[in-house]
């Protein structure tokens, strides 16, 4: 197996990226006392990210993926975001698997 050394750059940036927001945005909140609606926000906002990134796989109209989209919605509106993406990963697993 070979490794791209471009790809695992992109990798790395992505993850560097990824770990200077997240510790940023701490340590700029970290004194700050948030408004309930900004803490909603804050809370909301990966699961728009999530949803940006996977959306467009959806747009194939593949019945399978189609079906883990509805049973996706229908889950996360009783569960937390990462109950739901496990979920939703597995749905589409499995159907994709039974429906071809």
């Known amino acids: ?10 990798i790395l940036a ?12 701490y340590l700029i909140l970290r004194n700050w006392t948030l408004s309930p609606r900004t ?5 909301t ?3 728009c990210v999530l949803i940006t990134v996977i959306a467009p796989d959806f747009a194939n109209g ?6 883990a ?4 919605i229908l889950i996360a509106r009783k ?9 939703a990963v597995a749905t589409a697993g499995v159907l994709r698997h039974v429906m071809g």
């Open 14 to 25: 992505m993850a560097a990226t990824t770990y200077v927001t997240r510790i940023g945005g």
């Open 69 to 72: 989209l509805a049973l996706t």
């Open 62 to 67: 593949h019945p399978a993926d189609l079906a």
């Open 39 to 43: 803490r909603t926000v804050l809370e």
């Open 79 to 87: 569960l937390p975001l990462l109950p739901t993406i496990l979920l």
């Open 45 to 47: 906002a990966p699961g």
């Open 1 to 10: 197996m070979t490794i791209d050394l471009a790809f695992l750059a992109v």
